[in-house]
């Protein structure tokens, strides 16, 4: 992300209502945020474009700050960097030669409350002054005391910061709720001229603020499973990766300052140091690595324990202590438990590096969003009614294959036989037969290959019963669920059913004269209920020596996509003709909706065909997924 030219003005009062223009923007401030890093104040805007453009009437972050301290390091990462998406737009950026910032208005009593480091806290009601000291006469440098001070160095200022923040720390630890309380009443910090670099001048930047039910800070307070918490800190790992692989290092973050969307974003960069950059003195942040605080060169570990202090927070709605004599305490969650006591530790070495910890990360979050698919199995067949039909010319079967630690496999299959005698009951017998018995190929991970591999069962099997069938054939119809992932591939007139909430649909299309006269237009539905050609079918295996291309039906008749996400309770049925001829898809439905358990549900249909003549044979599979998280 490009920066905006930087121009070089005159003087400036910061103050609640002061009005100025910055670039094309004209500003209005709204309150004091507060300190939030070391350097840097920063104020609540209004915005108002000069130029008519829709940024008037929103608000703004403006930040002020030395041109060699944090705000200068943004503006080179942001020239860096170029229009990275995870960074919010920077509107404008000036430099000011002498500034005056008027903070008497407690940042705890403004419109929107921030998230402070405390030193910032312990002068939020003092008047900073910052100006050039060439053209101030030494009797204008004072505080509103009246007393003289000398001009802290930079190195000073941040020494100050940080035994600032000790104390409060180690009082906070000592006292319970109540002292605190009382300690905080009582203490008096004297209002302090700031001018805490060798520079006289002056670096603002203005940004938009996130809207605050938008943030990071918002996020943090509400409850989200564990899967929601590593949904988020992936992407905010993912750009401290990028930016270490532009040899920049992330110590900290301000969660009011990101907002959460797609992409999250960052407002406020100030945390972030080149690699090649020593720490002379110490930092202390929320989110700091403990060495920070005694100075250090920096490094990717310090990154990866941001990110595990983010992490800690969402999992335990506060922040881990930063303590070394005390041992971090970690919910027993697994993984999530491992990956926070490695980046916790007080021992940068044992952190990961950022692109092992991504990468764990995103495996975590795909276990903790691993659907354990369990299957009820019902099955039932009838040779019928029919002096005619003595052989059962249908066959099934049902094949489970664990593929890894965390992926099932389940399939179907239903095949209808024809042929007379034995022929049609052979066919059958080597078309399921070859679905349950071929290997499982080595590339066998995306739905393409899936499907791909279904259909090499029919043609496998087609070529089985051409060689040993003469004058007859079989239906196939057959349903593969990796997970919850269903794919199905179907020849001839067996039906695959999907029923799911109440509702039933037919996955399979009819390979049969009649459905071919009633998707023509020439017959009604109703006159295809017995039409006296139903026996008919247009394909099947076994009538030509190789498929063609498209003989086989997968789920690409209804879109797209070769695969159909299971829910939990579906239910998916295959029958032979002599099933769905005898029992409509309606009464399908209500047996299985009203009728427990599912081998029950079987037996009544197998009932009920036979209760109305079962003039062919009858076979019924049932499959019934389960799905639980892990």
């Given at each position: 992300m490009t920066s905006p030219s930087t121009e070089i003005t005159n003087s400036l009062v910061i103050q609640k209502d002061a009005e100025f223009q910055i670039g094309n923007y004209q500003i209005k401030v709204r309150s004091y945020l507060g300190r939030l890093t070391v350097g840097v104040d920063y104020f609540q805007v209004n915005i108002n474009s000069t130029d008519d453009s829709p940024t008037t009437g929103k608000l703004g972050l403006l930040r002020v700050g030395s041109i060699e301290g944090g705000l200068s390091r943004e503006l080179q990462l942001r020239e860096r960097l170029g229009n990275y998406a995870m960074i919010a737009e920077l509107l404008a950026s000036t430099i000011k030669e002498s500034v005056v910032i008027n903070t008497s208005q407690p940042p705890l009593e403004q419109e929107q409350e921030t998230q402070k480091p405390k030193e910032v806290q312990s002068s939020e009601q003092e008047v900073q002054v910052i100006t050039n000291q060439t053209n101030v006469s030494s009797e204008e440098e004072v505080t509103s005391t009246g007393e003289s001070e000398p001009t802290p160095t930079e190195e000073e200022t941040n020494e100050q910061e940080f035994n600032s923040k000790t104390i409060v720390d180690s009082l906070e630890t000592a006292n319970d709720a109540e002292n605190k309380s009382d300690y905080?009443?009582?203490?008096?910090?004297?209002?302090?001229?700031?001018?805490?670099?060798?520079?006289?001048?002056?670096?603002?930047?203005?940004?938009?603020?996130p809207e605050s039910q938008l943030t990071l800070e918002t996020w943090l307070q509400e409850e989200h499973s564990y899967e929601e918490c590593l949904s988020l800190i992936i992407p905010i790992c993912q750009c401290f990766y990028y930016l270490y692989q532009r040899q920049w290092c992330c110590v900290d973050v301000i969660p009011q300052l990101i907002e959460i969307g797609k992409p999250i974003k960052f407002f406020d960069l100030t945390s972030a140091y080149h690699l090649d950059k020593n720490l002379s003195y110490g930092l202390l942040g929320n989110y700091c690595a403990f060495e920070l605080s005694s100075g250090n060169s920096f490094h990717e570990s310090m990154s990866s324990y941001t990110v595990g202090a983010l992490l800690y927070q969402a999992i335990h709605k506060q922040l881990p202590r930063q303590d070394q004599k005390i041992e971090i305490e970690i919910k027993p969650i697994p993984q999530i438990y491992q990956l926070l006591r490695i980046c916790l530790s007080s021992i940068p070495e044992e952190r990961f590096p950022l692109s092992q910890l991504l990468s764990l990360l995103i495996e975590t979050r795909k276990s903790l969003n691993t659907t354990q698919v369990q299957w009820q199995v019902a099955s039932k067949s009838t040779v019928g009614l029919s002096t005619s039909r003595l052989n059962n010319e249908d066959s099934y079967g049902v094949r489970q294959q664990q593929l890894s630690n965390s992926e099932t496999m389940i399939l179907g299959a239903v095949a209808d036989g024809m042929g007379g005698m034995s022929q049609g009951e052979l066919a059958s017998k080597l078309a399921i037969k070859t679905v349950l018995e071929e290997a499982i190929p080595s590339e066998f991970k995306t739905v393409t290959e899936q499907t791909a591999w279904l259909v090499s069962l029919f043609q496998k099997a087609n070529e089985s019963v051409t060689n040993a069938v003469r004058d007859g054939g079989t239906t196939l119809s057959v349903i593969l669920a990796i997970d919850h992932n269903l794919m199905v591939a179907h020849v001839g007139d067996s039906r695959i059913y999907l029923i799911r909430k109440e509702q039933i649909c037919q996955l399979s299309e009819d390979h049969s004269l009649v459905a071919m006269l009633?998707?023509?237009?020439?017959?009604?539905?109703?006159?295809?209920?017995?039409?006296?050609?139903s026996n008919v079918i247009t394909k099947s295996l076994g009538s030509k020596t190789r498929l063609s291309n498209g003989y086989v039906q997968d789920l690409s008749r209804f879109g797209q996509e070769l695969s159909l996400p299971l829910e939990n309770s579906d239910i998916l049925l295959l029958c032979s003709d002599g099933v769905w001829s005898l029992v409509s898809d309606t009464e399908l439905a209500e047996i299985f909706i009203k009728t427990?358990?599912?081998?029950?549900?079987?037996?009544?249909?197998?009932?009920?065909?036979?209760?109305?003549?079962?003039?062919?044979?009858?076979?019924?599979?049932?499959?019934?997924?389960c799905l639980d998280k892990v």
């Open positions: 905080l009443e009582e203490e008096h910090y004297p209002e302090k001229e700031i001018c805490s670099d060798s520079s006289n001048q002056k670096l603002i930047l203005l940004t938009f603020l009633l998707a023509s237009g020439e017959i009604t539905y109703e006159e295809s209920l017995d039409h006296p050609d427990q358990p599912l081998q029950g549900a079987v037996d009544k249909i197998i009932e009920q065909v036979l209760e109305k003549g079962a003039s062919d044979n009858a076979t019924v599979l049932a499959l019934q997924c």
